[in-house]
């Protein structure tokens, strides 16, 4: 069973729901995750964030819905970690 | 509690909890004095059939109510439109399926149940009496009289209202609410 640690991702959002509001609702895709969002710049209309995500088991898919849902884009996944049974593996993308 | 949830969302991204409020209190500022000024006319006329005067006010809260959802919708659906075409030209994607697509196609909706809710019901509470008076129930005053002052009472809550959203002391803002309900009683009363 291969289980998803780790992510960061490169999100293009409009300005509402604002930074905190984003994260509740990528927090709430899985039971135990933890989620870091930092603004990185900021247009008329749009922000580009680094949003780091982590937790024992991530659904990828659900985390890319909530962007979705918050009006946000996915432009890249920066870095990743996964793990298979026990032990814990890195990447980058 | 999730469309609650869900309707809170869409009135915040879209920044328009502000404009129900101001539209709740125009509109239903709108139907008070129109109900205050109707009443006040069958009052000076001396209208006794209250038959009457309750289909001819509730005619009036009706329209009222059919015009604030019909005109608020058209407004806002135009707007909410427009907002939504901005942001996926700045987003270069479509936002049908985001909260925001969602809030574009909700919110002119929510809002116009707002401005035609906050003339209906003003006017029925106004009413209220009217109706108690056909039904046998005792009133203290005059069945008229007793409706003039729910509107006056409606009026002056409404300006309750704007002095909390304002930050001004409430018996202030209530006043000058108050004041309004007052000058337009004179006016029609200088049609007698």
């Known amino acids: 069973m291969i289980n998803v640690k780790r992510l960061v991702l490169d999100v293009l959002k409009p300005h509402h729901p604002n930074a905190l509001e984003f994260a509740h609702a990528v927090a709430a895709t899985s039971p135990d995750c933890r989620v870091q969002v930092t603004v990185l710049e900021v247009d008329e209309k749009t922000e580009t964030l680094k949003v780091e995500v982590t937790g024992s088991a991530l659904d990828f898919e659900r985390v890319h819905e909530a962007i979705g849902q918050c009006g946000g884009s996915l432009h890249s996944i920066d870095e990743v970690e996964v793990c298979s049974g026990g032990s814990g593996g890195s990447g980058g993308a | ?192």
């Open chain 2, 1 to 192: 509690m999730q469309w609650l949830h869900r309707a809170r969302l869409w009135l915040d991204i879209t920044r328009s909890r502000g404009i129900a409020r101001r539209y709740f209190v125009v509109n239903g500022f709108d139907g008070a004095l129109t109900m205050l000024g109707l009443i006040m006319g069958f009052t000076i006329s001396g209208a006794s059939d209250l038959v009457v005067v309750l289909n001819a006010c509730l005619g009036a809260a009706i329209a009222l109510g059919v015009s604030g959802v019909s005109s608020a919708y058209v407004s806002e659906a135009a707007e909410r439109r427009k907002a939504l075409a901005e942001l996926e030209a700045a987003m270069g994607k479509d936002l049908g399926g985001s909260a925001h697509g969602h809030a574009a196609r909700w919110v002119p909706l929510l809002i116009a149940l707002v401005n035609g809710a906050a003339p209906l019901f003003i006017s029925l509470f106004i009413l209220l009496p009217l109706w108690l008076a056909r039904a046998g129930v005792p009133l203290p005053w005059l069945p008229l009289h007793t409706a003039l002052g729910c509107a006056v009472v409606a009026v002056f809550l409404l300006g309750v209202f704007l002095g909390r959203v304002s930050g001004q002391h409430w018996l202030r803002s209530g006043l000058q609410t108050l004041f309004i309900a007052l000058l337009t009683m004179g006016l029609v009363w200088l049609l007698e």
